[in-house]
């Protein structure tokens, strides 16, 4: 499917991987609409795109509807939603202290993560059965949505992120059996280790950064958000790709630490 002349509403898209989805997706003549907690950047991004901004916390049901009814007021038919926005969080399930996993830190992640995704899924591909088929096939639109390599290989500390990460993958393939009905098609990303803000900016990131790009295999370096942007494109230009779960890792396999 061509983004060209589509909208595109993209979760997280103010920064990292979301950013760069908009910026791929805005180049090959979509619309974008950035739905993010940042205004003051997603505002920019979008700007520059020629593209909306909608402020959004994908956890709110009524702010996500209100992004997706931005979308469809673009006036181009709503046919893309990328979820990226998310937020990593490092807790064991029992703590060095002793202390058992606090349980508000679990749900948060969960919240933002996985319902966040859910939210923007479902009321993103309610809004795109209301357009016309692209195709002979009856193609409305696809859904890309971001996990980790963390959701099949979760690190120590994972616990609460691989738990979120691991319901995107579960709800890829019924959320695609679901959705066919309507023509459209859902993949989803598993990253490894791409070279974002969420790992900060100090001097112990760069540390931090050369630590995890030890196991990787080749390239050995972290990947590119630009990388990660030009994956999305190609799941959403080729229709045959359809409930996937795809590794983005350069190979990574994670370790225990
Ligand atoms: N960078 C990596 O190495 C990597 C690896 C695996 C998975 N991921 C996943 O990719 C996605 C994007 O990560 P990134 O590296 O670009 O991070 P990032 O921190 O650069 O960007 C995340 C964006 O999500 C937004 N966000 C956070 N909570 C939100 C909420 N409740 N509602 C709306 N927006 C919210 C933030 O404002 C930010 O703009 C995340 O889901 C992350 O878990 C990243």
């Not at 994908?58 to 979820?83: M, S």
């Not at 029992?94 to 899924?121: C, Q, W, Y």
């Not at 319901?167 to 990253?191: E, H, K, Q, S």
Request: glycine share 10%.
């Amino acid at each position: 499917m061509d983004v060209n002349g589509s909208a595109a509403i993209i979760s997280g898209g103010a920064s990292g991987l979301g950013e760069a989805t908009a910026r791929e997706l805005a180049g090959h003549g979509a619309t974008v609409v950035i739905a993010d907690l940042n205004e003051q950047r997603g505002k920019a991004i979008a700007d520059e795109l020629g593209g909306v901004f909608a402020k959004t916390d994908v956890t709110d049901d009524e702010q996500v509807q209100a992004a997706v009814d931005a979308a469809v007021a673009t006036g181009k038919p709503l046919r893309v939603v990328v979820n990226s926005a998310g937020i990593g969080w490092a807790e064991r399930t029992v703590n060095r202290d002793r202390a058992p996993h606090n349980p508000a830190s679990f749900r948060k992640v969960v919240e933002v993560n996985l319902i966040g995704t859910f939210n923007l899924m479902r009321i993103g591909a309610a809004a795109i059965a209301k357009t016309e088929p692209v195709d002979a096939d009856g193609q409305r639109g696809v859904v890309v949505n971001t996990a980790s390599v963390a959701a099949l290989e979760g690190q120590t500390g994972q616990l609460a992120y691989s738990a979120s990460k691991g319901g995107i993958v579960g709800m890829t393939v019924p959320a695609a059996r679901d959705l066919a009905a309507i023509g459209v098609r859902v993949n989803t990303v598993c990253p490894g280790i791409i070279d974002t803000p969420i790992y900060g900016f100090s001097a112990n990131a760069d540390e931090f950064k050369a630590k995890l790009v030890a196991p990787v295999v080749f390239p050995k370096r972290m990947g590119r958000p630009d990388e990660f942007a030009h994956l999305v494109r190609s799941l959403i230009e080729n229709d045959y790709m359809n409930a996937e779960v795809v590794r983005f890792d350069g190979g990574i396999r994670f370790q225990p630490k």
